[in-house]
């Protein structure tokens, strides 16, 4: 799934490798809960995050919050103007929010919402397409990168 030709740089593909890796681990670990991101700009990781909602009982600290807040703070600022966002997971729509917030024009992910279970999204009926429709094309997406590695993270319980 992609809108717009997005051709993945070292750095990005270094970072969706460690991604996925960290959403396995969690995964074996028996996390429940388990996302990860990471943000890239300029040609460098600048901040990695997993899922902290369990731990803070804050249903906001998805992985691709927090780690566009440890972006933000990593360099000083709320705009992230040509950085990218990485995820283990298609984001969700608050997600996707925050990144439009910071000014990210690109995410990646691995899982995609059509191969996934649907309780990860609040609004079922809507696409990343829609959602980079309702913007007027502001972001770029590739979808299924690393998605071979982490499809049993996201399975149904019963289905993988």
């Not at 809960?33 to 899922?51: C, K, M």
Request: charged residues 20%.
């Amino acid at each position: 799934m992609t809108r717009n030709q997005i051709v993945m740089t070292d750095a990005e593909r270094g970072a969706m490798r460690a991604v996925a890796d960290h959403a396995c681990d969690l995964h074996a670990a028996g996390h429940d809960i388990v996302f990860t991101a990471a943000v890239v700009l300029d040609g460098q990781v600048i901040a990695t995050a997993r899922n902290e909602v369990s731990d803070s009982d804050d249903p906001s600290r998805h992985a691709e919050v927090v780690a566009i807040a440890r972006a933000a703070k990593a360099v000083g600022d709320r705009d992230l103007s040509g950085a990218t966002l990485l995820a283990s997971c298609q984001p969700c729509e608050m997600c996707l929010a925050t990144m439009r917030w910071a000014g990210i024009g690109r995410v990646i992910f691995a899982a995609q919402k059509a191969n996934i279970a649907d309780t990860y999204f609040r609004f079922p009926g809507l696409g990343i397409s829609d959602y980079h429709a309702a913007c007027e094309g502001c972001f770029d997406f590739l979808g299924g990168v690393e998605e071979e590695r982490v499809a049993h993270v996201y399975a149904a319980k019963g289905s993988a």
